[in-house]
């Protein structure tokens, strides 16, 4: 839609444009053509020597001022005089006057009139009478004034008129400004899309929820002899990317029905009134097709709560929604016209969308698990010529927390990145790369770092690497790099856990902490100094143990507390605090305290394990990037010194290590 969108801002500027050159050119050319008087302005003693040399032909004396026009430039003068050579000016000759006005006033245009400023001259009208002037209209006439009304405000007006119709007919898609109350649904039936539920992999809860509705539209005698009704209206919920168009599409393609698509954003209009007539269209089309499918994306853009925020609850979005609510109270839902929306942001809707007999069901489309993820792989994967002895597990292991749209983003960037390397299949190698650049960005293959820089980014990396092997339970390293990537990280450190988990232990939260500081430490502990390669590190290491102490009541000080909560669990981990300030102080000093106690626990790990430290930190300079299995033989090769087990914290109790995080970077 965006390119249409560019297009109509495009052509209601060619349009401005073309309106603003027509109007200066009639300012310029017709304008001043038809309201020029082709008059000069002369001095009266100018006057008197034409008198004189009896050059004037005719004349008009006004009360202020005096026309009159030249012989010499008329060309062959016109005069009536009689045997005495007077001029005769008498009833006898009115026609001959007349004649000479018309003929006079139809030549203004090219024969030039004289003005001057009349003066108190008792003597002109004898100088008049000897020179021979004859006494006729010469002024020029005046302008028509309904002419001169329709040149100044009807052509405008009208042009701006078609202007305006013009542009309404093309944001009304050929409709003109009628066309504002008209739903501009995409309708897609079967044979278009072609989408099942086989094409929908990792949402198996979500579409055993809609298996219900497919079957009803398949057999609704069965459920119309029992007495039931199908459910009006089913919600999705999710994170973005996790697949809920697909869904809507999926059922629509299993009932064989058509199926309605409008964007929320669609509904809204300039002009009040006109999203709540595009609700009463839509509904009109959809029971006409019944039975179908009507698909509202964004539906949080015109169902937001209701707040009385607008002039007396009159503005544009409150009558949409007023409207979406009775519509879905009006149709009957027997004829099997199913409304599914869907949203990332529940919390914003209004209670009346929600309550029984609109939208019915709630149905949520989370971020796909482990095994989720290893069957979207192989969906999208189907598309693509790839090698056989593809590892799909691993790549789902390696992309925790990633959507079904992330993906298909990397299954795409592993076929780009085989046809850049002129390859026709696409291999292990390209799926893994693939990962790192949607989690690191590309290579940044001309980036120019000093030795010493890259030795601090060698041992910082290492750090976090052997921190996390130094530590049970810990998900194993599956890289480590010093590659700068164009995301910012100058080197990161991987994980991949070898299954997947759901909860996390207060051990393993802190553990994961001493794994953020890993880095840092080793920093410290070879150079006695720090850089600001640790600030991701820091970012994580303080979020973790603030949600120990705020969310996740692991504090021996608050307890079973909730003192925070987060605003909008599907599009951001913003959160807010609900508790006093003298609180809040004292979270913050809880925070620290962890911290702190999570890096001394790393610089006791890395300190009792220096020899580990510098015989891989010097591989991985040599080599840039080390594999997991490299990592660990090193680790094993080199001699244990006595403190290498001792890895346990008196306070906490623990050596464990999560399976998150994926990586660590250094920025």
Not at 22 to 36: G, K, T, W
Not at 96 to 119: P, Q
Not at 144 to 154: A, D, K, P, Q, V
Request: proline share 3%.
């Amino acid at each position: 839609m965006k390119p249409k969108k560019n297009n109509n801002k495009r052509s209601i500027l060619i349009y401005c444009a073309i309106v603003v050159v027509l109007l200066l050119i009639i300012n310029s050319l017709i304008m001043p053509s038809m309201f020029s008087n082709n008059v000069e302005d002369v001095s009266y003693n100018t006057f008197l020597e034409q008198l004189d040399k009896k050059n004037i032909d005719e004349v008009q004396v006004e009360d202020d001022e005096i026309y009159y026009s030249l012989k010499s430039e008329k060309g062959e003068a016109e005069s009536s005089t009689d045997s005495s050579g007077n001029s005769q000016t008498s009833a006898a000759n009115a026609d001959d006057f007349a004649r000479r006005l018309e003929s006079i006033v139809g030549s203004t245009s090219t024969h030039k009139v004289y003005r001057t400023v009349r003066m108190d001259d008792s003597e002109l009208v004898q100088r008049l009478y000897e020179s021979g002037a004859t006494f006729s209209q010469v002024k020029p006439p005046e302008a028509n004034l309904w002419l001169m009304m329709l040149m100044s405000y009807g052509i405008p007006i009208l042009l701006f008129v078609l202007v305006w119709r013009l542009m309404m007919r093309r944001m009304g898609g050929g409709g003109g400004a009628m066309s504002f109350g008209k739903a501009n649904a995409k309708v897609y039936v079967k044979a278009q899309t072609g989408i099942t539920f086989a094409d929908v992999a990792g949402q198996d809860e979500a579409k055993e929820s809609l298996t219900e509705i497919v079957d009803f539209l398949h057999n609704p005698q069965k459920y119309a002899d029992i007495g039931a009704t199908l459910p009006k209206g089913a919600l999705l919920v999710g994170p973005p990317g996790t697949g809920k168009t697909l869904l809507a599409k999926a059922v629509a393609g299993e009932g064989n029905v058509p199926f309605f698509s409008i964007s929320g954003s669609e509904f809204v209009e300039m002009f009040v009134g006109m999203g709540a007539a595009k609700v009463r269209d839509l509904f009109k089309q959809a029971n006409e097709k019944a039975p179908c499918i009507v698909f509202i994306d964004e539906i949080d853009t015109i169902g937001k709560k209701r707040d009385g925020s607008g002039l007396g609850g009159n503005d544009e979005r409150e009558q949409t929604l007023n409207q979406l609510l009775s519509e879905m109270d009006g149709f009957d839902g027997k004829k099997g016209v199913v409304i599914l929306a869907a949203t990332n942001r529940p919390e914003t809707l209004d209670k009346a969308l929600l309550r029984p007999g609109r939208f019915d069901r709630r149905i949520p489309v989370e971020l796909p698990d482990l095994k989720g993820r290893e069957a979207i792989l192989r969906v999208h994967a189907k598309k693509i010529r790839m090698v056989d002895n593809i590892d799909f597990s691993l790549i789902a292991r390696s992309t925790s927390g990633a959507s079904g749209a992330e993906l298909a983003n990397i299954i795409n960037e592993a076929a780009l990145r085989a046809v850049r390397c002129r390859r026709m299949q696409v291999t292990q190698t390209d799926l893994e790369e693939s990962v790192e650049v949607i989690l690191a960005g590309q290579q940044r293959k001309g980036a120019v770092i000093s030795q010493h820089e890259k030795e601090v980014i060698a041992y910082h990396e290492v750090g976090h690497a052997m921190v996390a092997a130094l530590q049970k339970n810990s998900a194993p390293v599956h890289k480590i790099t010093i590659i700068p990537r164009t995301s910012g990280a100058l080197g990161y450190t991987m994980q991949v856990d070898e299954e997947e988990r759901v909860l996390m232990t207060q051990e393993e939260a802190f553990n994961k902490i001493v794994t953020f500081t890993g880095g840092r430490a080793a920093e410290a502990l070879m150079f006695d100094s720090i850089t600001t390669g640790a600030s991701n590190d820091i970012e994580q290491a303080t979020r973790i143990a603030r949600a120990m102490i705020t969310r996740f009541g692991m504090s021996d000080k608050f307890g079973m507390v909730a003192l925070e909560s987060v605003n909008n669990p599907y599009l951001s981990a913003d959160t807010s605090l609900s508790c006093s300030q003298e609180t809040a102080t004292q979270i913050d000093q809880e925070v620290i305290a962890l911290v702190a106690q999570a890096y001394d626990k790393a610089i006791e790990l890395l300190r009792s394990n220096m020899r580990r430290l510098n015989t891989i930190s010097r591989f991985l300079l040599e080599r840039e990037t080390l594999t997991g299995e490299e990592f660990m033989e090193l680790f094993n090769e080199c001699e244990e010194e006595p403190k290498a087990l001792e890895t346990g914290d008196p306070e906490t109790g623990t050596t464990e290590e999560p399976a998150e995080p994926a990586s660590t970077e250094t920025e």
